[in-house]
């Protein structure tokens, strides 16, 4: 009995010491640093951010009629669903600016 509790308490503390024995830097390295590659910023006025802008602000008719995505009647388009064609303070839509103001309103 006195064998076998011996046996217990070394197991035990081998399994601290191995615990203890951890490199905490290389943990702290791994887990707390940001994986850079998955984060993806898209540029407005891009193909892809024109396709987020469509998933978000749907300009079809529901089956799969609606104008190219960027053109001018697809920007057009956002700006009616959004309710903001009209307004003075929009850039023009055929601009960069057009789209910088659109992710930054309603996009982002």
Not at 73 to 81: A, C, D, G, T, Y
């Given at each position: 009995m006195i064998k076998a509790i011996k046996l217990i308490a070394i197991v035990s503390m081998s399994v601290v010491a191995v615990a203890c024995s951890v490199d905490e830097s290389s943990i702290e390295e791994n887990s707390a640093a940001p994986v850079l590659e998955d984060?993806?910023?898209l540029q407005p006025c891009s193909s892809?951010?024109?396709?987020?802008?469509?998933?978000?602000?749907?300009?079809?008719?529901?089956?799969?009629?609606?104008?190219?995505?960027g053109s001018s009647?697809?920007?057009?388009?956002?700006?009616?669903?959004l309710g903001i064609r009209g307004r003075t303070e929009l850039p023009a839509r055929n601009s960069a600016q057009w789209c910088d103001y659109i992710d930054k309103n309603y996009i982002k």
């Open positions: 984060v993806v910023k892809e951010w024109f396709s987020i802008v469509e998933d978000k602000i749907m300009t079809d008719d529901g089956h799969g009629h609606g104008p190219d995505l009647e697809w920007r057009s388009v956002i700006e009616f669903r």
